[in-house]
T-cell receptor, first 116, second 112 residues
């Protein structure tokens, strides 16, 4: 069965610190997608990244970077030089070929608090 | 702006009321979704519609009744709800098959 685990419930950092959010997933499918979403206090989930199971290349987008390692079933997210505006709940999610890739399974989220 | 709107943003209803949540997407997508987000629980997929046809009902109680008249609009009709149904209800849309889903701001529902 598919499962996403975000063991960190809440992380507090001071502005300009780097922070890594962990995500571990379980799936029997060899073809799947992994996602990260950001949920600010307004409630709307904001899409950040999608990565397919055949592409283990790490990705960097500005201050954001993602490390995908199939060997450890992890898809970790790092924010470099954090800012107050990064404060939000971050969700990791998984979809599998077996469900037509439409059934997103989410982790429980990690609340990030960035203080000035 | 993600191009997915939801109304109302907040709703308080009694257990005997009937109300509807509305979602509209302006992204040209052909799949729409309803999710439920309760406190301290993972986001739960409720329903999936592809090209207006329901393709997934994730064991949702019949007091929740979805409707998708076209690829741009999705409704969730609510009747005789329970207090435990209080949650944030999120609508999303995507192209089918593996593409990222774009979410609306949600409707915060409180059942009294």
């Amino acid at each position: 069965a598919q499962k996403v685990t975000q063991a960190q419930t809440e992380i507090s950092v001071v502005e300009k610190e780097d922070v890594t959010l962990d995500c571990v997933y379980e799936t029997r499918d060899t073809t799947y997608y992994l996602f990260w979403y950001k949920q600010p206090p307004s409630g709307e989930l904001v899409f950040l990244i999608r990565r397919n199971s055949f592409d283990e290349q790490n990705e960097i987008s500005g201050r954001y970077s993602w490390n995908f390692q199939k060997s450890t079933s992890s898809f970790n997210f790092t924010i470099t030089a954090s800012q107050v505006v990064d404060s939000a709940v971050y969700f990791c999610a998984l979809s599998e070929a077996g469900t037509g890739f439409q059934k997103l399974v989410f982790g429980t989220g990690t609340r990030l608090l960035v203080s000035p | 702006e993600t191009g997915v709107t939801q109304t109302p943003r907040h709703l308080v209803m009694g257990m005997t009321n009937k109300k509807s949540l509305k979602c509209e997407q302006h992204l040209g997508h052909n799949a729409m979704y309803w999710y439920k987000q309760s406190a301290k629980k993972p986001l739960e997929l409720m329903f999936v519609y592809n090209f207006k046809e329901q393709t997934e009902n994730n064991s949702v109680p019949s007091r929740f009744s979805p409707e998708c008249p076209n690829s741009s609009h999705l409704f969730l009709h609510l009747h005789t709800l329970q207090p435990e149904d209080s949650a944030l209800y999120l609508c999303a849309s995507s192209q089918v098959q593996g593409h990222e889903q774009y979410f609306g701001p949600g409707t915060r529902l409180t059942v009294t």
